[in-house]
Nanobody, 124 residues
Framework: QLQLVESGGGLVQDGGSLRLSCAASGLTSNNDVIGWFRQAPGKEREGILCVTSSGGTADFRASEKGRFSVSRDGNKSAVYLQMNSLNPDDTAIYYC?????????????????WGQGTQVTVSS
């Protein structure tokens, strides 16, 4: 059974940085993909970035490229979301999710496994 646990959220000031972690257990396939999503109050969940088993990445938000980045550790048990130059619009619950079909997708429907989420609050 694949399980995901996010950590690293918290309160940060406008312009600050945070690094979120997604601890993954039960990943056994070379087709595993981990995606990062977020859901702000009153808004739909949106895809941010994803990383494949081989380390390939995709950024789903053309207007925000460069502020956020994703990486995966060598044994593939953890995935990280580095967030820089944060602003209050980044306040949301951040989730990691996994699928096992090698498809780096921005759509939540394409992910079968989800973590519980971690709250990120950016103060102005």
């Amino acid at each position: 059974q694949l399980q995901l646990v996010e950590s690293g959220g918290g309160l940060v000031q406008d312009g600050g940085s945070l690094r979120l972690s997604c601890a993954a257990s039960g990943l056994t396939s070379n087709n595993d993909v981990i995606g990062w999503f977020r859901q702000a109050p009153g808004k739909e969940r949106e895809g941010i970035l994803c990383v494949t088993s081989s380390g390939g990445t995709a950024d789903f938000r053309a207007s925000e490229k460069g502020r956020f980045s994703v990486s995966r550790d060598g044994n593939k048990s953890a995935v990280y979301l580095q967030m820089n130059s944060l602003n209050p619009d980044d306040t949301a619950i951040y989730y990691c999710a996994a699928n096992q079909d090698s498809h780096c997708s921005p759509n939540e429907i394409d992910y079968k496994y989800w973590g519980q989420g971690t709250q990120v609050t950016v103060s102005s």
